[in-house]
């Protein structure tokens, strides 16, 4: 494949790190107070401190699924094509020495364009190419990238040539070998400023990864790397930076700010601890915050042992948007503090692809654009995800049956072949369509937008009926004979989609009449009442096998088969092999929403 991507030499660190402080008005107020008593004003120097996060692979303003450019009902771009432009733009107006750009992770997972270079062509491989993630933001400019918990998806090899092909350090303070206890990637990255007739100001990014990536990522990082707490890695860190002299402290951290984790209580770690970082850990100035896919533009929160406002700001994921740091600075009693930070959102949409980036890209692109419509079968009727969320879908039945099919070959002449294989899947997708006709790549994958890999665990029946119990948690609570709005009957408690799974081989149903807890009615296997004793293979994704939405029993059962083929690529091979995609080979009705007995649907 070409490779016309310019290769640049690697940043070499300099200084940083800072105080805590947020007033959007308290820099001119000291100003007119300084001019008020008629004193000679105070050096003071202003800078900018730009961050994306959740980028996903997104370099154009494209859907890869959909093979069309990408849009919402809102209106929104993305791309980091997008962001060039927006970066271009601050850089112009606050003058690019004033000026850093910063990452919070979740970079080389999550498009077709990612995939293919960690599977198809792997940038792993001899002379292999260099990864489109890295070339683009090496032409941008970045200084300094968080990881991510997406960033292990396919191994630390790959994560280790990525690092390798990128012009800036990834960094983990939290991210450490598992045997010395040490930081196995760059805990911080130090940038001088360098004011004219002042000190230079030194400024340092603190870079946080998710803890939970020790359970979502456990086959390539357990025995080799563990994830402490946010919190405590800060409080370790954020002196030590101060003690090398920064004048400023900001933390890029992969980890949203509402305080709650997905994995229940299986690690002692909050998921989503930033803003519990910026409330217990003095001397932090700003949090570019990553991971929870929401757009904050500014959250203010007040450290607990000194009082001073720490500010936070988390910019829409895929570079949809780019978050601004703006900082006021004054020097006084011989050194620099804060005496401002205010925190702004700008939005991708507002301005057009920086050629430079599409041009650089245009050829990794169109690559991967031919490969997602590669024709792989045929369909006999329209399939779709519309309802898959409230109603037993066949799309949703065609996954299970190659998880089952997979496993069920993988443990043939084992102890475990004669035990009955059922599955798990979820509707990732509310929008996800197989056309009747030519079935492509593309299609298939827009059903199954993870990288997930393929599990085999043994249950019980009992355990199943919990799982299942848990599972229809993520429908409200709806009275017999009221009326139901589809819109409002699922996602209870914030649930997302993706923590709802069908079960399949079973027939049950759920009754939303009932409380969480006690809604699972009539599970029957093979006709007869499930037997709590009996043992099944249950084919889960990794992400849940290893706990990932804190489901109960999966995580401790024990494991008989697992590999490292995405889900994905396993059902492009088996529609691939069966040629023609025909409801009638996977399709069955195994579960349905009830009232009191009573079909909701």
Request: aromatic share 10%; hydrophobic share 40%.
């Amino acid at each position: 494949m070409p490779l016309n991507r310019r290769r640049f030499l690697k940043k070499s660190a300099v200084t940083g790190a800072g105080v805590a402080m947020a007033s959007a008005v308290a820099a001119p107020a000291a100003r007119a107070a300084e001019a008020k008593k008629g004193q000679r004003p105070a050096k003071r120097y202003s800078f900018t401190v730009m961050g994306t996060t959740d980028l996903h692979g997104n370099i154009f303003n494209w859907d890869y699924f959909k093979d069309a450019e990408f849009s919402d009902a809102k209106g929104n771009a993305r791309g980091l094509a997008r962001v060039s432009t927006l970066v271009d733009e601050v850089r112009r107006e606050k003058g690019r020495r004033n000026t850093m750009l910063i990452d919070a992770g979740d970079t080389i997972q999550g498009t077709p364009l990612t995939y293919y270079y960690a599977k198809v062509d792997p940038i792993t491989a001899p002379g292999g190419p260099v990864h489109p993630m890295a070339a683009a933001m090496n032409a941008i400019g970045y200084d300094a990238v968080a990881l991510g918990n997406h960033e292990f998806n396919y191994g630390i090899e790959t994560l280790r040539k990525f690092e390798d092909q990128c012009d800036f350090p990834l960094l983990g303070a939290n991210a450490l070998d598992a045997k010395t206890l040490r930081p196995a990637f760059p805990p911080y990255f130090m940038k001088t400023f360098h004011v004219k007739g002042a000190p230079p100001v030194r400024v340092a990014v603190l870079g946080l990864t998710n803890p939970g990536i020790a359970i979502w990522d456990k086959a390539y990082v357990q025995g080799k790397l563990t994830f402490p707490g946010l919190e405590e890695q800060a409080a370790k860190w954020v002196p030590r930076l101060r003690s090398m002299g920064a004048d400023v402290v900001v933390v890029s951290a992969h980890s949203g700010s509402s305080g709650t984790s997905s994995y229940g209580d299986q690690l002692p770690y909050v998921e989503n601890s930033s803003a519990l970082v910026a409330q217990q850990v003095p001397g932090i100035d700003a949090i570019l915050v990553g991971h929870a896919h929401t757009e904050i533009a500014e959250l203010l929160v007040t450290n607990e042992k000194t009082g001073k406002t720490v500010v936070l700001s988390e910019p829409l994921a895929y570079a949809q948007r780019l978050s601004l740091f703006d900082f006021e600075l004054v020097f006084a009693r011989g050194r620099w503090s804060v005496e401002s930070v205010k925190a702004t959102v700008r939005d991708s949409r507002t301005v057009a692809d920086d050629p430079k980036i599409t041009k650089l890209l245009k050829d990794d692109h169109d690559i991967v654009v031919a490969y997602v419509n590669q024709v792989v079968g045929t369909a006999t009727e329209k399939l779709t995800t519309v309802e898959a969320r409230y109603k037993d879908a066949p799309i949703i039945d065609l996954i299970t049956k190659v998880q089952e099919d997979v496993v069920r070959a993988a443990l043939a002449g084992t102890e475990y072949a004669s035990l009955p294989v059922i599955a798990q899947a979820s509707p990732f997708s509310r929008t996800s369509e197989i056309p009747a006709g030519e079935v492509t790549i593309r299609d298939l994958s827009s059903l199954y937008v993870y990288d997930n890999t393929l599990v085999a665990k043994v249950m019980t029946g009992a355990q199943i009926k919990a799982y299942l119990e848990y599972s229809a948690e993520y429908f409200a609570q709806t009275a017999a004979g009221a009326a139901v709005d589809v819109e409002k009957l699922t996602n209870a408690g914030g649930r997302p989609d993706y923590n709802y799974d069908y079960v399949s081989g079973l027939s049950y149903d759920i009754d939303i009449a009932q409380p969480a807890g006690s809604r699972i009615r009539n599970v029957t296997y093979e006709g007869a009442a499930l037997d709590d004793a009996r043992k099944f293979v249950f084919a889960v994704n990794n992400y849940r096998a290893n706990g990932g939405g804190a489901f109960p029993h999966v995580a401790s059962a024990t494991e008989v088969w697992s590999e490292s083929t995405e889900i994905r690529t396993r059902i492009a091979e088996w529609v691939t092999a069966k040629g023609v995609l025909d409801p009638k080979d996977f399709a069955s009705v195994g579960w349905k929403l009830t009232r009191d007995g009573t079909p909701v649907f």
